[in-house]
Structures are given as structure tokens and as C-alpha cells.
């Protein structure tokens, strides 16, 4: 049997992923057995995870994969038992413990909540089964009472299992005050008094001058203080599941390859470029709407796209498939990662209208392949070897569609008999299904190579790792870690209470 102890935050991004993830490091530390959960997530950045019981893999926020990466276990799909994947501003996929659930409109979604409480509630109890605590993390905000009644995400989920929750407030965007003072306000009695606590989170300077800020915090609510968490700046080595964040990223200074991405309107899993930007010679930019892409550029990347078809017209209404064919032409270097894959090919074939309106488009026209959408969505972990630079690749696939032609006979990689991706003739173009393929140290330090540069043996992996322990070692130092994980209690869901 599990105690538990859930993070809600005062609005989105005031930082609850990576507080949980550096407090599932800190409750491993102490050989606690620790499990993540999130109940409700709207990301395109997913990973993939077992589904318990079967042989089979399903999808989950990437935060969660990384929270479970601070537990040292591996994840489940139980960790984010309902994924939302947007696919257009009132659209999007559901996800239900691992396996898609087809598409719901925004309004429709409001109305399922009731029937995904079971989910989530079966979920959160089989977690429980196997661990000494569980770290639940909210989505958005307890304030957003509009949304109450069917809430499965925050005070619905709190209420329902019983499980306290900590407020946490972001002080870097100003207002953190009025914030939790305000959600304290509005909030009914019943989900006020499921709140134990705040956590004030990215504060910058002398954390001892908002002495009187917690003073006052505490007059207006009565909830008692766990501390002041400094800002980050190791969280800038962990992979960020939220796309708004990638505008805010710092680059290297003299760096011998700038590499150019374009932010497509669904942009996926773009943690894929994370291990190229911790390289000291490589920068990483990530190109705004509005934006051209930079001439100066030596590799352009298309990431990954929810709707690639609605995302290579977005693409070329930016002026970004010119720049991408004037690259081209001067001898530039093109790779597109899974929707970018189907991107670069001649044509892009949707029959059954899986991704929308049906029909045939127009792809780039830098591969010689076409691809067809299917129903099947491959959901998978990968090893396999890259034939050009005869090394491992390990990463995985989550995606529909098959991509055949002569360029195939090209493959990026090997995965067992089954060849993926393609690479054009001269070598400079190429696009493959495998997520995380550039995680791989063997692989991007000769991929690198071809750039001019030497990696100098960085570890990925290694790195995300130090991060998450130098983050555990600052929430010791500024919460009351002690009083914070005592605080967790036994779920009524393991009493019986509730099935």
C-alpha cells in the first residue's frame, strides 16, 4: 500500500513537472519505492510505456516517462492513464491508459470526463499496489471552476481518492500572491480543505526577502508554507514537454553547426533535438511562425507533427518549404523525423481521411518515397543499427502511416530484417519513424563527424540524470522535504472505499 501527496499548481507551467520529477528523485534517495502519476495530460510529446499485463506498449506524457526516469523504473502506462493530443484548436486524440481512443471535439471531451474517472481511479490504484508513494501532478489549475464539475485532473481526482495537495505558485511571472490567495478564495470548502500547503516556486535572488510575501501568503489562506524552490537552471538539461518553453532556450555561443527547426503548429516530440543542443558545438534553433528560417543554417530538422498533413500546409504558409528548397540547393542538409519524414516525400496520401479531409497532397519533394496513412498506429520501442555509420540506435516509434520507395533502399536504420526511413542519393536528405535516435551517443557522434565536429564524449542520458539529481539536492536544501513526504497519506481507494 502507497501514500500519496499530489502537486496542483495556480496555472499552467508554474513548474509542477519538474518539481515532481526532483521529488521522486529525492523519495528514491531516501529508498523510498516511488511511482509518478498524472491523471490527466495534454501534450504531443508522448513516450512510450508498457501497458500492465500484456505484452503491448501504449503512450504517455513525456513528463511522466521522465518522472519515472527520476524513480529509477520503468514506466507504465498507468503513470498518465488519459493523454490528449491536440490535432487542431477544438480537436484532439484521446489516449485512455496507453491505447488511442479516436478523436474528440473539446465540448464532446467535457462530456467522457465521467467515464475516464474509472480509468484514472483503476490506474492510480494499481500503482499504489506496487509502491511505498505515489507523487500525483495536476494539470492546469484548481481555479479554472468552470471546469469543475467533471474534472478528472485536479480537485476531482483530490476529492474523489482523498490524497492531499500542495499549491504551487510560480513567483517569476509575478502575481504568485494574488495567485494562491486568489485560488484560495474561489476555491468551494470541500477542495479547499484538501489543500495542505504551497510551494513557491522559480524565485530569483535572496530567497530570504519574501519573508513577508509567505507571511502574508499564510494570513490570507492559512495554509502553512513548504518553502521557496530558486530557480532551476538544471532543468534546462531535462527534456520540457511543453512547446512554449523552446522560444526560451539559451544557445551556444561560436558553435561550428547551427541546426534550424521549424515550429509547426503541432509540433511533437520535440525533445529529440535535446541531445544536439547539450552538444557545446552545435546550436539549436527553433524557428517561430512569423519567422524565416536562418540562411546561415547547416542542417535543417522538420520535427515531428500531430497532423503532419495540416502541418506541411502551415509549413509552406510560413515561406518555410522555399527556404527549406533554397537550403537544399546550396548543398544544405535536410532530415525529418517521423510526420517530418512523410513531410520530405513526393506525396502524402490519406484515403480514409485519418487526419482529416481524405485525399492526396504534395509533399517536399526531397525523398523519393510516397507515404499512405493507416489505421494501425505503430506504438513501439526500437533497437536497431545504422547501416551508414554502423552503429546502435535505440529509441521508439509512435505513428501511423507506411512510407515506401526507391529512396528506402537507403535505410537510416536496421531494425532487425526491417529497414526504416531513407536517405536520398547524395546523402544530404533523410527521414526516419525512430524517436530519440539522436539520444544515442555512438550515433550523433558520428553524425556529428560528418559536420566537422568531435562530441567529446558527451552522455546524454549521463547528463539528464546529473540533472535530476542536482534538482533533488536543491528541493533538500529549500523544502521541508520531511514534512512534505509525511504529509502523504493512504488513499481510500486501497481501503476499499472506492472502486
Known amino acids: 500500500m502507497a501514500r500519496a501527496i499530489m502537486l496542483q499548481g495556480t496555472g499552467s507551467d508554474v513548474g509542477k513537472s519538474v518539481l515532481v520529477a526532483g521529488l521522486c528523485r529525492v523519495a528514491r534517495n531516501r529508498g523510498l519505492t516511488v511511482r509518478p502519476f498524472k491523471p490527466q495530460n495534454m501534450s504531443n510529446n508522448a513516450a512510450v510505456a508498457a501497458i500492465p499485463g500484456t505484452a503491448e506498449m501504449g503512450e504517455i506524457g513525456r513528463a511522466q516517462w521522465l518522472q519515472a526516469l527520476a524513480c529509477g523504473v520503468a514506466p507504465t502506462v498507468d503513470m498518465n492513464p488519459v493523454l490528449i493530443k491536440p490535432e487542431s484548436d477544438t480537436g484532439a486524440q484521446l489516449v485512455v491508459q496507453g491505447l488511442a481512443r479516436g478523436a474528440s471535439k473539446a465540448r464532446d471531451y467535457q462530456s467522457r470526463k465521467g467515464e475516464l474517472l474509472g480509468a484514472v481511479l483503476q490506474s492510480f490504484k494499481r500503482l499504489c499496489a506496487d509502491a511505498d508513494l505515489v507523487i500525483v501532478e495536476g494539470a492546469g489549475s484548481p481555479a479554472e471552476i468552470n471546469l469543475r464539475a467533471r474534472d478528472i485532473a485536479n480537485m476531482g481526482f483530490a476529492t474523489r481518492a482523498d490524497v492531499p495537495v500542495v499549491l504551487v505558485g510560480d513567483i517569476d511571472r509575478g502575481g504568485v500572491i494574488a495567485a494562491l490567495a486568489g485560488t484560495h478564495l474561489i476555491l468551494d470548502e470541500e477542495d479547499r480543505r484538501m489543500i495542505i500547503g504551497t510551494i513557491v516556486n522559480k524565485f530569483r535572488g535572496d530567497i530570504s526577502l519574501f519573508d513577508e510575501g509567505l507571511a502574508a501568503i499564510n494570513r490570507f489562506t492559512g495554509w502553512r508554507s513548504?518553502?521557496?524552490v530558486p530557480w532551476l537552471a538544471d532543468a534546462?538539461?531535462?527534456?520540457?514537454?511543453?512547446?512554449?518553453?523552446?522560444?526560451?532556450?539559451?544557445?551556444?555561443?561560436?558553435?561550428?553547426?547551427?541546426?534550424?527547426?521549424?515550429?509547426?503548429?503541432?509540433?511533437?516530440?520535440?525533445?529529440?533535438?535535446?541531445?544536439?543542443?547539450?552538444?557545446?558545438e552545435v546550436e539549436v534553433v527553433f524557428v517561430p511562425p512569423g519567422e524565416r528560417l536562418p540562411?546561415?543554417?547547416?542542417?535543417?530538422?522538420i520535427p515531428g507533427s500531430k497532423s503532419t498533413v495540416a502541418d506541411l500546409a502551415f509549413l509552406r504558409r510560413q515561406g518555410w518549404a522555399d527556404d527549406i528548397a533554397a537550403h537544399r540547393a546550396r548543398g544544405g542538409h535536410v532530415a525529418g523525423l517521423c510526420g517530418g519524414y512523410q513531410?520530405?516525400?513526393?506525396?502524402?496520401?490519406?484515403?480514409?481521411?485519418?487526419?482529416?479531409?481524405?485525399?492526396?497532397?504534395?509533399?517536399?519533394?526531397?525523398?523519393?518515397?510516397?507515404?499512405?496513412?493507416?489505421?494501425?498506429?505503430?506504438?513501439?520501442?526500437?533497437?536497431?543499427?545504422?547501416?551508414?555509420?554502423?552503429?546502435?540506435?535505440?529509441?521508439?516509434?509512435?505513428?501511423?502511416?507506411?512510407?515506401d520507395g526507391p529512396d528506402c533502399a537507403r535505410p537510416v536504420a536496421m531494425i532487425g530484417d526491417r529497414p526504416d526511413g531513407a536517405i536520398s542519393q547524395d546523402?544530404?536528405?533523410?527521414?526516419?519513424?525512430?524517436?530519440?535516435?539522436?539520444?544515442?551517443?555512438?550515433?550523433?557522434?558520428?553524425?556529428l563527424r560528418d559536420f566537422g565536429i568531435e562530441t567529446g564524449g558527451v552522455n546524454h542520458r549521463r547528463q539528464v540524470e546529473a540533472a535530476l539529481d542536482a534538482?533533488?539536492?536543491?528541493?533538500?536544501?529549500?523544502?521541508?522535504?520531511?514534512?512534505?513526504?509525511?504529509?502523504?497519506?493512504?488513499?481510500?481507494?486501497?481501503?476499499?472505499?472506492?472502486?
Request: glycine share 10%.
Open 471 to 499: 534538482i533533488a539536492a536543491q528541493l533538500e536544501t529549500h523544502l521541508d522535504c520531511d514534512a512534505l513526504l509525511a504529509a502523504a497519506r493512504y488513499s481510500v481507494l486501497q481501503s476499499g472505499g472506492i472502486t
Open 427 to 447: 546523402g544530404r536528405v533523410f527521414g526516419t519513424y525512430i524517436h530519440g535516435l539522436f539520444g544515442d551517443d555512438a550515433f550523433r557522434a558520428r553524425f
Open 343 to 403: 513531410m520530405l516525400g513526393r506525396l502524402i496520401d490519406d484515403p480514409d481521411g485519418f487526419e482529416g479531409a481524405s485525399g492526396r497532397v504534395d509533399g517536399l519533394g526531397l525523398l523519393d518515397i510516397e507515404t499512405v496513412m493507416q489505421p494501425q498506429k505503430a506504438v513501439r520501442e526500437v533497437a536497431a543499427h545504422s547501416p551508414r555509420y554502423d552503429t546502435p540506435i535505440s529509441g521508439y516509434e509512435i505513428h501511423i502511416g507506411r512510407s
Open 295 to 301: 540562411r546561415d543554417a547547416g542542417l535543417i530538422v
Open 226 to 228: 513548504f518553502g521557496v
Open 236 to 280: 534546462a538539461r531535462l527534456p520540457s514537454e511543453d512547446s512554449v518553453m523552446l522560444a526560451r532556450r539559451a544557445s551556444p555561443m561560436a558553435a561550428k553547426l547551427k541546426v534550424a527547426v521549424p515550429m509547426l503548429s503541432r509540433i511533437a516530440n520535440f525533445d529529440d533535438l535535446d541531445p544536439l543542443s547539450a552538444e557545446p
